[in-house]
């Protein structure tokens, strides 16, 4: 067992090092050098997408997708109550609504039939959010969007590497928008990447990011833009860390597999399920405990042997500024954040140290039930 179990910190070496040391040397270390289009071309050959556009941050991404489908004042778009917050700051910085739907128990994604219920003349797009990297049920959620001509943002923020019917997340919408913040499965510090196949439409977001400079006319806006862009030293620390995407994914699906295999018997446990078809990226490994037993005082003991634990998500419709937009009960989702937990699920672990999260897990539960 490691000295330190990581919840989720970001695995570095001396590979990140050196390409790091290359922008340095280089000089390019804000918004133009090679690292930049390296990583965009890299990450839009792996989905098996024609385009991706770099960004800031993952919210970033969100936003200027929503704004290129001219998502403005007066549309509503369609969103899971149980996310990120982030998911959701975005569709009211566009000045739309968001409109909420409750969450699956079992999979804590969003209940695909209950989009239609939601739907309204006001309707302009669904924003599916593959929670902790849990594929959704994209073929329903696509079909829904082609019977009402809607548009679809897939938050695949948490999600990378992760598939639905052989198809990587993030490329099933109009646009697909991910994160690398830190805690990611790959990180550049902060930023994220837009993808899709409308080259149009990718090649306008890259114009809009730079703040709609004209490259042709020194000193000429013809658009409002953003000052999105991502630097060549994060795309620099990006790129290492893609290099290691597929070690960090078998990394993550071994993780899963060992709390799966060990916790599974346990009275009062259960997992964050996966459609059939799907396979996700693990981003975390989530359960949901009996719903008699203080989750605080269980993470409160984890942290006694140095385990740290996250609670799931509070439901979005709980904050001051989003109260407003509640129109139903959300049951599933706030059972989910009441009962469900984050386990370390860090690629700098080692299987012992996993094992030895699950043991202490089973002891704390066996003297609490």
Sequence with gaps: MSKNISLNAPNIDK??????????????????????????????????????????????????????????????????????????????YTGAKPVFVDVSPSTWNIESCDIEKKITKKTKAIMPVHLYGNPCEMRDIMDVALRHKLFVVEDATESLGAKYKEKFTGTFGDLGCFSFNGNKLITTGGGGMVVGNDIKRLKHIKFLVNQAKDEKNEGYFSEIGFNYRMTNIEAALGLAQFNKLNKFLAKKRKIHSIYCEELKKIRGVSFQKEYRGARGSYWFTCIKIDSRINIDIIRKRLANKNIPTRRIFIPVVEFPHYKKYKNGTYGNSYDVHKRGLCLPSCTTNTEDDIYYVCETLKKILDQTL
Aim: glycine share 4%; proline share 5%; charged share 20%.
């Design 15 to 92: 590979q990140e090092k050196r390409y790091l040391s290359k922008a340095l040397e280089d000089s390019f270390v804000s918004t133009a050098g090679p690292f930049i289009p390296l990583f965009e071309n890299r990450f839009a050959s792996f989905l098996k997408a024609k385009e991706a556009v770099s960004m800031q941050s993952g919210t970033a991404a969100l936003h200027i997708a929503l704004h290129e489908l001219e998502i403005k004042e007066g549309d509503e778009v369609i969103v899971p109550a149980l996310t990120f917050v982030a998911s959701v700051n975005p569709i009211v």
